[in-house]
Structures are given as C-alpha cells and as structure tokens.
C-alpha cells in the first residue's frame, strides 16, 4: 500500500478536504485505484452526536457510520463507497485501546499513548487501507490518508506521532506528504507571505514529518519569486509546490493540481511512474467547465432549521447542483428559516416573516431537508400546505416526508392535533411514532441507521419510473420516527400514497400524492448517493417538475430513449 498523507497548516478550513480528494482524483485519472481515510482528532467517537450547525452536516454511509462531512467528499470526488472505520477519531481510538486493557490484552503491562495508542491507529490505518471501496476485488493501489485540524494542535499529537511511525516502516517510497498551508497577502504591502507556511513546515519537521509537496492556498496565483522563497525556505524542490488559488467551483482543483504536474511530483516520490497513465480528465474538465458556463437558473426554496451555516445540508446541496447541472441549469437555493414561516413571527418578526413568505412563493419548487427536534416545525407543515395547495413541486426528505404527513392528516383529515409523538408526546393522533428497529440497547443507540431496500409498490408512480422502473431501492436512513402504520389506510383513502415500503411492508419509505405533479416525500436520504453525474433519481425528477419538464422526461424514458 502506498500512503498520501495530507496534513494543514497555519490555520483550519483550508480546504485540506477538497485538495486531499482532488490529489485522490488525479491519481485516480491516472489509472490507479484510490481510497481514503479521514483522521478527525476530535474525542467523540463518530460524528452522529454533533450538531450540524457547529460542525456541519452528520454524513452517512451504507454501513451506517455516521460520519464527519468530508467523508461525503471523497465518496462524490472518487465514486467510492467508504465504510464507518475510513473515519477515525481520538475517541474510536482510546476506545478500542481501553476495551483491550479491559480484557486484559495488555498483559499487566502499563497502557500509554506510546506505543499504545499509535500502535492502534497505525493498525487501524494500515487494516482499513486494505479495505476495497470501488466494488472491485482486493486493496487499492494509494491510500490518500486527511489529518484534520492544524499541525501543532494538541490533539492531533499522537496521529501526528503514529504517522511518522508508519512513514518510517512502509518506507520511502510507500509514503508521500502534502502539507497544505496559507499565504496570505497583507493588505498595504500587497506582498505575498511565505512565513506562516515557513513555521508550519518547521512545526512538522521538529515532529519528524517531512513535506515532499507544498499545497499553498492563495486567493491569486502564486509569484514566482513567492515559490523560490518557499522553495528555499521549506526545502521542498519548486516543482513540488502546488498553487490552490480560489477558483470558480471546486470541480476545477484537480484540474489545477494537475496542471502543476501534482501527478508527476506524487507518483515519483510513491514509484509509480511507471505503472500510471496520463491522467485521464476529459470528462472532469467539461464537468467543472459546463458549471461555469451555465446561465439558466431555477430557484429552490430550502426550508429547514440549520439555514445559518450552509455546510449543515452540504449533501443535499450536492445533490442539487448534479440534478441541475443534468438540466443544464444553475441550481438558485433561497434559504428559509422554517420558524420564519410561522404564525408568531408576524408578530415578533414581522419583516423576516414578509420575506420568507416572499420567497417561498416566488421559488420553483421546495425542499424540506431533514433535521430533529420541534424547532421551525410548524413553518414546514405550513411550506407543505403551500406546496400541496399550490401544485409547487415538493420533495420531503426523512422529516420532510414526516412533515408532509402531519400537515396532510390536520388539513384533509381534519385532525388537528396529529403530530409526531417526536413533538407532541401527548397528540391525540401520533401520526408518526417511534419504530425502533433490531436491538433498543445496542450501543444505546435507536437511530435507524445506513442502507436498508425499498420495496417499490406500484410501476404507476413518478418514483417508480424514475427509478428506472426497478422493483427496489437502496438508500441510506438515519432516523428514530416513522409513519404509523395504523393511519395508512385513512390516509391512502384521502388520496397519500405510499409507494414504496420496506421489507415488512410495515414502514413507509416513499409517499406520493398523485393528484400533485410532484408531491413526494421520502423516509430515506437520496441525497448521500447522489453523484456528480450520476444524480439521484429524485433530486433529478424534483427540478425536472420545477421547470415543467417531468412530464416529457418520463415519457421519454419510457418508451426507452
Ligand atoms: N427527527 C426525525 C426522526 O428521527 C427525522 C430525522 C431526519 O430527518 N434525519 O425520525
């Protein structure tokens, strides 16, 4: 196995995660297989315990690991399927180290950070490297390995430690650092600085890491005179140091990397000049350049709970910018804070209210994301109703579907207290309940979690075919609450379908209005599996009904064009 270590300096969000998965991609144009590991020095044990408004959106896999955000890069960026153990954290670590010394596997001995500790995580890097993550047999051919945070840090000490290590055994030529850093430009002088990336390469050193390649992140192209400075300063040949400088979409950092010459810098220090091709990005570059190119927008109205930090529903962004780059549109998301929506905030807010109200009704179509909690709640239910009332396509992902169930039951079924028992533990009408599946104990979680199949009901349903008239789904789930089984049936009477069920037929994952031109809500999140050009099927048909063209698509597609 051949390591790529991508660690950061001088300060955090760089973009360590998007080099790291564009160093992926060209080595991946270069015919070689790639996987990843994301190290996250924190102490929690995974990221499912985290808010999406400090830290991002909770990313998820097939297997159900809930993960930090970058994993969802490299999934989208190298076409792979990662697994829970591709994320490690400090917590995970200590974990399985004290789980050892409780069985006594340490043999009486004293458990320290080392050798302990780093023997664990260089176990654990060198086990999961192996792991196959692109559906083909045996490991593959680099491991592109992101150190969160910033050298230096307190936290990433032993990772830090662990990794030298691991440089020292796999040897020379099994080992490439990328040490990505800052230069900033100080406004009077305008001069480029190179003394930040200076220290920082010094901090890795005294560490006993040795950058091979410099990733400096600038907001214009670097100076020459700025990359002899660096050159001479850090001891890294100048041909070796890449330039990420701002660019108009992140699609275009492999293609900068690649015309530096990365490929050549990295495969020469791994050895594999002579088994890698060219790198192979025709299909890369028209992707990152259609991007630029586009005009024609269509406004998506996102109305959720965590509207503040954008990066909290980074997957479902994602999953709109491929469906609308597939129509050849731009995809123009408003904002929405659900609890703007609501009834109170005439009166508390009355401008913010004027103007969620505003843009909702000037959008093409709306999404309700997921989320927890009662917060903002009512202002969904009452972007449900709008768009039911309204025929404005709605997609209702996980509590958008739920949401979309509650506002159905109090507006058609005249049950005004339905709610979910999530909100309400009292309702008269729990409409959505708690359906714990498997164990309630195993690691105290309850959380349905990962990849689970979809039974698809009826070949008679917008999901269905676009879906490709298949019998079944597979799409990840992370969630506690479902819809009651009791109230299917009055509801399905009203006219709420429910068009695909799991195995059991007892939890509904797809409902349907189809008296609606796109009215469907989802328990799943199609979101995780969508990919740069392969979006997901309902991300495509929801902006296909936003700009009226559903209908033909269907058509077309059925009779097999
Ligand atoms: N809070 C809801 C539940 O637990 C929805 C979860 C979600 O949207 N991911 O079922």
Known sequence: ?????????VV?????GVTASSIGVVLKACGLRVTSIKIDPYLNTDAGTMSPFEHGEVFVLDDGGE?????GNYERFLDVTLTKDNNITTGKIFQSVIEKERKGDYLGKTVQVVPHITDAIKDWIESVSAIPVDGKDGPADVCVIELGGTVGDIESMPFIEALRQLSFSVGQDNFCLVHVSLIPVLGVVGEQKTKPTQHSVRELRALGLTPHLLACRSAQPLLENTKEKLSQFCHVPAANILNIHDVPNIWHVPLLLRNQNAHDAILNQLN???IAMPPALQDWTMMAETYDNLTNSVRIAMVGKYVGLTDSYLSVVKALLHACIACSLKPSIDWIAASDLEEDSAKSTPEAHAAAWETLKNAACILVPG????????GMIL???????????????CLGMQIAVIEFARSVLGLERADSSEFDTDTPDPVVIFMPEGSRTHMGSTMRLGSRRTLIQTPDCITAKLYGNTQYVEERHRHRYEVNPEVIE??????LKFVGKDETGKRMEILELPTHPFYVGVQFHPEFKSRPRRPSALFLGFILAATGK????????????
Do not use: C
């Not at 196995?1 to 300096?9: F, I, P, R, S």
């Open 1 to 9: 196995m051949k390591y790529v270590l991508v660690t950061g300096g």
């Open 550 to 561: 559903l209908e033909a698509h269907l058509k077309s597609h059925q009779n097999g064009v």
């Open 272 to 274: 594999l000049l002579s």
């Open 383 to 397: 972007a449900a109703k709008y768009a039911r009332e309204n025929s404005i396509p709605y997609l209702g992902i």
């Open 371 to 378: 989320g927890f909690g009662d917060r903002g709640v009512r």
């Open 12 to 16: 955090s969000g760089l973009g360590k």
């Open 67 to 71: 993960v930090d955000l970058d994993l």
């Open 490 to 495: 009055v509801l399905e009477e009203k006219g």
